[in-house]
């Protein structure tokens, strides 16, 4: 089994930052790939950003590209998300998700996930 645990969310305004923070224990994780999808009021979960095993490869959903950027740090077993030049609708519950499959951008179920953070972004 594998834990995950996200932090950092919070209420912004539009146009600033946030950096979100994923801790995995249990049979982690430094070697499996890691990803942040969210869910919308009403929405379907959607991918976000990804990152492979080792750190060097990385993926992301178009509407955060250039204003997102994924991390890893496999010595202490966490994860980031910074974000920036946030927007109203990058509102939602960001979920942290590790997996053994770079699948990311066709399953939006597989793996173990966090229990979530919220992001708020006011205009």
């Known amino acids: 089994q594998v834990q995950l645990v996200e932090s950092g969310g919070g209420l912004v305004q539009a146009g600033e930052s946030l950096r979100l923070s994923c801790a995995a224990s249990?049979?982690?994780?430094?070697?499996?790939?890691m990803g942040w999808f969210r869910q919308a009021p009403g929405e379907e979960r959607e991918f976000v950003a990804a990152?492979?095993?080792?750190?060097?490869?990385?993926y992301y959903a178009d509407s955060v590209k250039g204003r997102f950027t994924v991390s890893r740090d496999n010595a202490k077993n966490t994860v980031y998300l910074q974000m920036n030049s946030l927007v109203v609708e990058d509102t939602a519950v960001y979920f942290c998700n590790t997996r053994s499959r770079w699948s990311f951008g066709s399953d939006t179920n597989e793996g173990y996930w966090g229990q979530g953070t919220q992001v708020t972004v006011s205009s």
């Open positions: 990152i492979s095993r080792s750190g060097g490869n990385t």
């Open positions: 249990g049979r982690t994780s430094s070697s499996s790939h």
